[in-house]
C-alpha cells in the first residue's frame, strides 16, 4: 500500500541553523501539507501547497519557514534559522484531491531537536 | 483566529459502553475533520464533514456536524480496547486544532 515517506526520523541542530525536512508524498496525490505538533501538545497546521504554490498558510508559516517540491516527488519544509521553539515532531501529509474532500495520508513524522 | 474546543479532555471508558467528544468551534465553517493519534505515532483521517447535518459511520465511531451549533460529536458505540488513542477535531481551511480529546479503553 502506498505511503508517505519522511527523512530524516530525527534530526538534531544547533539554534541558528538551516534545516530541511524532507516528504515523499504518495505518487499521483497533489495536495501536500506540513504540520507539527510540540510533544504532548496540539497539533498545529503549517502549510497547504497544490500546483506548485502556497495555497493556505497559517500564522507561525513565517519568512522562516519555505517549501518547495523540487522533483516533482519529494517536497520539503526549510526553517532557514531554527529556534529553541521549533523543536516539535513535524508531520507531512497528502491527499488525492483538495476542495471539498480532503483526507489526508500522513507521514510517521520527523522530530526535530533544537539545541 | 478561529477556536476549537474539545471535551473531555481525558475519556476513561469501559469496553461496551457508549461515549460523546465534542468539538466546538468558534467562528462559521463549512469543514471539519476528525482525526486519530495513536500513543507516540502519526495521525491517522477518520473523517471529513463538509455540510451542515452531514454524518458519517466507520465501525464503532460515528461523527456529525451541526454547522449552526458550531459542534461536532464523536460518538463511540460499544468501545473495545483498540479504540485508546487521542482523538482531534480540525475545523477550515487552515486545520485549526482542537486540544485532542485522550480516550483509554479499560477491560
Known amino acids: 500500500e502506498p505511503e508517505v515517506t519522511q527523512t530524516p526520523s530525527h534530526q538534531v541542530t544547533q539554534m541558528g541553523q538551516e534545516v530541511i525536512l524532507r516528504c515523499v508524498p504518495i505518487?499521483?496525490?497533489?495536495?501536500f501539507y506540513w504540520y507539527r505538533q510540540i510533544l504532548g501538545q496540539k497539533v498545529e497546521f503549517l502549510v497547504s501547497?497544490?500546483?506548485?504554490?502556497?495555497?493556505?498558510k497559517s500564522e507561525i508559516f513565517d519568512d522562516q519557514f519555505s517549501v518547495e517540491r523540487p522533483d516533482g516527488s519529494n517536497f520539503t519544509l526549510k526553517i532557514r534559522s531554527t529556534k529553541l521553539e521549533d523543536s516539535a515532531m513535524y508531520f507531512c501529509?497528502?491527499?488525492?484531491?483538495?476542495?471539498?474532500?480532503?483526507?489526508?495520508?500522513f507521514g510517521p513524522g520527523t522530530r526535530l531537536t533544537v539545541l | 483566529e478561529l477556536k476549537v474546543e474539545q471535551n473531555p479532555l481525558f475519556l476513561s471508558m469501559q469496553e461496551g459502553k457508549n461515549y460523546t467528544i465534542y468539538c466546538n468551534y468558534s467562528?462559521?465553517?463549512?469543514?471539519l475533520y476528525w482525526y486519530r493519534q495513536d500513543p507516540g505515532k502519526s495521525l491517522e483521517s477518520l473523517f471529513v464533514?463538509?455540510?451542515?447535518?452531514a454524518v458519517k459511520q466507520e465501525g464503532r465511531l460515528m461523527a456529525s456536524l451541526d454547522t449552526k451549533a458550531r459542534l461536532s460529536t464523536l460518538h463511540i458505540t460499544a468501545a473495545v480496547h483498540d479504540l485508546s488513542a487521542t482523538y482531534f477535531c480540525?475545523?477550515?481551511?487552515?486545520?485549526?486544532f482542537g486540544t485532542g480529546t485522550s480516550l483509554t479503553v479499560i477491560p
Open positions: 501529509a497528502s491527499s488525492p484531491t483538495g476542495g471539498a474532500v480532503r483526507e489526508q495520508f
Open positions: 505518487s499521483n496525490h497533489l495536495y
Open positions: 501547497f497544490y500546483n506548485n504554490e502556497i495555497s493556505e
Open positions: 467562528t462559521t465553517s463549512d469543514r
Open positions: 464533514l463538509l455540510s451542515n447535518g
Open positions: 480540525a475545523v477550515g481551511n487552515q486545520f485549526y
